[in-house]
């Protein structure tokens, strides 16, 4: 396990499926960012190149960096690709087909098209053997051994490098489990290896399964990727420990991550998340919704009180599933603590074509970094969002990447008019308009999936905008929903990044619970906490931390539990644990049972957290201001505007329309609205006057 270094500057990566994103804080707390183009074929390639240019914008030596923390979507991105470990299970007989069978759920159900994913590991490959451990943990009947070996060898002799271990009611007692993995050692010690009881010891033989068979089929990438990773930052004199953020929000030592990377497959939608939810509360705005627009897709969290949403399972590789929280099944099922996030494939870089009506569509396909979009230059040749938003004035051609690159205005008109405008019969900066407009209601499906369904009015929220795009589409999105201020954070097209040096260490342990809320419940559910919490401790390997208990509830005789957050062990008592249900009922369903109505516990979550850090995002180092300047920029039934173009560190309040330029990212201010800036370096947007698209 890494420790600490005395080194006290700060690195932050956070990979995006367009750009990846630097934030360097040093020794004296000042902020420095980079941003380039995502290397797909080697993620190394790009973030070696942005360390280098990093250190030497900020006069920084390599032996200065303390602490890295990093953010990748490599582990969603193999599950998504297809491109994991050959993978093998050895399961319970009469179990073969868990995979297959699933949970019966399905995001469609009329639709006898719809062909549900094909699982991560062939039939042929799952392999079962005799032996079963009751739900009580007694043992019904002893493993098969010679089976295991029998097995174990199939499995080696078809080019297996990764094998999952999931037997019957390991949860309750994982002795047939370690059993088996003792015998694949003994013959195959080179095996990649996840046990289901390691990883979910929770009932419920498809999510534990599921988890289990993810963690199998990504761990090989992952170790590979940290490994490489770990090597290019030692030749370059950078012997800092190595985090990773988790799909939770907190970090986790990179051994860690290598080990188990179920934790990691939603690891760069948390940072910005976790940054809002820290940052927010600097700016008076402790509640809101956070928007995550970057090149490839757009995503939405709640942050309520300070605290983002929380799941305790997500759907994997189910394209845009995410944003259909009332009808799962598209994807594989990932059970594991994780921000409460809804997705969709709309971005900067989604590609704008025509169903076949001709009616415009966008996303979900983006041209991502290479080849890009077509002002990008780099051989692009699809129309794209960021086209659109080029022709219609809202970016300029040094609007990327702090001007390392040059868009082309020409050769994003000419991809409009050609493939947009011209058969559509009308004027290329309608048509771009419509595709804002288009892409503004397709950005929106994220946000009803953590507000409506939820059962929160997004109409009480502000918005919170950061990645490249939110800010300019904050102001649209926000207006549409009847939202009346968006927030746009210091470095908002880096924000993830920074988001990274807000995170704590975050060590999680699940294990089933089921009782009835009562006083004998809570005797028993105190001892299992304080194991869970020892068990924590001793693997972040550093005292200290702060516990947090999180209960999976629910009233007795129905079929779905609730996530209730608990707060700190010794704070437990039933009438507590009683209170904070009912809250989190009424709030979801606007419904309370009577008070004697019996409350049951299905599992608990304990967190282990570690602070790693502090931040004053209004420390980045920003240039001098240069001379004002203004564009034309075209607003529907406002038609084309003259607008100032004002860089971030002149602003203090102006009328809409105007562009708000950073390094990162542009925020469109339409007309009508006021943006001012406030005294913790955030932009504040005010639409009280009513802007609509």
Not at 242 to 263: T, V, W
Not at 592 to 613: H, M
Request: net charge negative; aromatic share 6%.
């Amino acid at each position: 396990m890494n420790e600490p270094t005395t080194a006290t500057a700060r690195l932050a990566i956070d990979i995006g499926g367009t750009f990846t994103d630097f934030m360097l804080e040093d020794a004296d707390g000042a902020l420095h960012s980079y941003k380039t183009l995502t290397t797909h074929d080697d993620y190394t390639i790009a973030i070696g190149a942005g360390i280098d240019r990093l250190i030497e914008n900020a006069g920084l030596a390599p032996a200065e960096i303390g602490q890295v923390l990093h953010a990748t979507t490599l582990g969603s991105n193999t599950l998504l690709e297809r491109s994991g470990a050959r993978t093998g299970l050895i399961t319970t007989s009469g179990f073969r087909d868990v995979l297959e069978i699933r949970d019966l759920r399905m995001p469609r159900l009329y639709d006898q098209d719809w062909e549900k994913p094909r699982t991560l590991v062939r039939r042929r490959w799952r392999r079962v053997v005799s032996g079963r451990i009751l739900a009580d943990g007694s043992e019904m009947a002893p493993l098969d051994e010679d089976a295991v070996r029998v097995e174990t060898e199939m499995l080696r002799s078809e080019g297996i490098t990764s094998i999952a271990i999931c037997l019957i009611n390991a949860y309750a007692n994982p002795a047939h489990e370690r059993r088996a993995a003792e015998i694949v050692r003994e013959t195959w010690p080179d095996v990649h290896l996840s046990l289901s009881h390691e990883l979910l010891p929770e009932e419920g033989e498809y999510p534990r399964t599921s988890t289990c068979v993810i963690n199998a089929y990504v761990q090989p990438v992952i170790a590979h990727y940290v490994a490489r990773l770990s090597e290019m930052m030692r030749e370059r004199d950078i012997s800092a420990p190595l985090f990773f953020m988790q799909s939770n929000g907190g970090l986790i030592p990179a051994e860690i991550a290598a080990e188990q990377p179920i934790h990691i497959i939603e690891s760069g939608p948390a940072a910005g998340v976790i940054g809002a939810s820290i940052l927010g509360g600097s700016q008076g705005t402790d509640t809101m919704i956070t928007l995550d627009i970057g090149g490839t897709t757009a995503k939405a969290a709640l942050v309520e009180n300070g605290l983002p949403g929380k799941a305790t399972e997500f759907q994997v590789g189910g394209h845009v599933l995410q944003t259909e929280r009332l009808l799962t099944g598209g994807g594989f099922s990932l059970r594991v603590p994780a921000i409460d996030l809804a997705e969709v494939g709309a971005g900067g870089g989604s590609i704008v074509s025509r169903d076949a009506a001709g009616i415009p569509q966008v996303g979900p396909r983006s041209a991502g970094s290479d080849p890009g979009p077509a002002c990008y230059g780099r051989g692009g040749s699809e129309l794209t969002v960021t086209d659109c938003n080029l022709t219609l004035g809202y970016l300029n051609e040094t609007s990327i990447a702090g001007g390392e690159m040059t868009l082309d205005r020409e050769a994003a008109l000419a991809a409009c008019e050609t493939q947009l405008s011209g058969p559509l019969g009308t004027s290329p900066e309608t048509a771009a308009h419509g595709v804002f407009e288009l892409s503004c209601v397709t950005m929106i499906q994220a946000i009803r999936a953590v507000t409506t369904e939820r059962g929160r009015d997004p109409r009480e929220f502000s918005i919170f905008a950061f990645g490249g795009n939110g800010p300019l589409f904050a102001a649209g999105i926000a207006a549409t929903l009847g939202c009346r201020k968006v927030i746009v954070p210091p470095s908002p097209g880096v924000f993830s990044a920074m988001g990274l040096l807000c995170a704590e260490i975050e060590i999680h342990k699940t294990r089933s619970f089921r009782r009835l809320l009562d006083e004998s419940a809570l005797d028993d559910l105190r001892g299992i906490i304080s194991e869970m919490s020892a068990l924590a401790e001793a693997e972040a390997q550093r005292p200290g931390g702060r516990v947090s208990v999180t209960a999976r509830m629910r009233y007795v005789g129905q079929s779905s539990d609730l996530i209730v957050a608990l707060g700190a062990p010794e704070t437990l008592t039933v009438d507590t644990m009683r209170r904070a249900f009912v809250d989190e009922h009424d709030g979801v369903f606007k419904f309370v049972a009577p008070e004697d109505e019996p409350i049951r516990i299905t599992a608990l979550e304990v967190a282990y957290a570690i602070p790693v850090g502090r931040l004053d995002p209004s420390r980045r180092r920003m240039s001098t201001p240069g001379p004002a300047s203004r564009q034309r920029a075209w607003f529907g039934d406002a038609g084309w505007c003259d607008s100032p173009v004002i860089e971030r560190s002149a602003l203090t309040e102006a009328e809409g329309p105007c562009l708000v330029v950073d390094p990162d990212a542009t925020t469109l201010v339409p007309p009508g609205a006021t943006a001012r800036m406030t005294a913790t370096g955030a932009i504040e947007i005010d639409l009280t006057d009513g802007y609509g698209v």
